[in-house]
């Protein structure tokens, strides 16, 4: 079974940066193509990046293009999301997901979130 932990989440005014941290467990991390989500209140989730199992090919939203950088650590088994430049629509709950979602597939596992506030 696959345990994903998020954390690094917090308080953060705009223009500020903050990174998020997932650490994977019961299965190396480059078995999976690994993605953050978020969900900010009264929205639905919404994909934020991924990096793929083939090539560590990453994808970014393009709200967040230039401005977050997604990564993985093999040897740590985690999952990075360095996000700078934070605006305040930024705030929202962000999730680790791992699955095969390359082309529009599924994610089959799910952290349970961290909150990130961007104050304005």
């Known amino acids: 079974q696959v345990h994903l932990a998020e954390s690094g989440g917090g308080l953060v005014q705009a223009g500020g940066s903050l990174r998020l941290s997932c650490l994977v467990s019961g299965r190396a991390i480059g078995t999976y193509d690994m993605a953050w989500f978020r969900q900010a209140p009264g929205k639905e989730r919404e994909f934020v990046a991924a990096i793929y199992r083939v090539g560590a090919v990453t994808e970014y939203a393009d709200s967040v293009k230039g401005r977050f950088t997604i990564s993985r650590d093999s040897a740590e088994n985690t999952l990075d999301l360095q996000m700078n430049s934070l605006e305040h629509v930024d705030t929202a709950v962000y999730y680790c997901?791992?699955?095969?979602?390359w082309g529009g597939g599924k994610y089959d596992y799910w952290g349970q979130g961290t909150q990130v506030t961007v104050s304005s």
């Open positions: 997901a791992a699955g095969y979602g």
